[in-house]
Nanobody
């Protein structure tokens, strides 16, 4: 069974930093794209950042220059380094992976999410 587990969320003051981690476990054959999404109360889920198997990255406009996505361990570990955090970054951050397991096609898997709260 494939699982994506996030960690690293918490409460931080405006201007502070946090690093989120996402660990992929289970019988994974191949990993395509990995990404971070976030969802704030009353708002739609939005893409924060994504990283392709090629290493190419993509960022949402609101986080460009402040957040950095990376992956290692054959893509099974993904990080989101967040700097200069703002109150509007407050949300549940979810890990997403487009993965292939043995005998299946690529499909999306999601973690449970980790809460990030930016407040003084």
């Amino acid at each position: 069974q494939v699982q994506l587990v996030e960690s690293g969320g918490g409460l931080v003051q405006p201007g502070g930093s946090l690093r989120l981690s996402c660990l992929v476990s289970g019988r994974v054959l191949s990993i395509n794209t990995m990404a971070w999404y976030r969802q704030a109360p009353g708002k739609e889920r939005e893409l924060v950042a994504g990283v392709y198997s090629s290493g190419l990255t993509k960022y949402g406009d609101s986080v460009k220059g402040r957040f950095t996505i990376s992956r290692e361990n054959a893509g099974k570990t993904m990080y989101l380094h967040m700097e200069d955090l703002k109150p509007e970054d407050t949300a549940v951050y979810l890990c997403n992976g487009n993965l292939q397991t043995w005998g299946t096609r690529y499909r999306d898997y999601w973690g449970q999410g980790t809460q990030v709260t930016v407040s003084s």
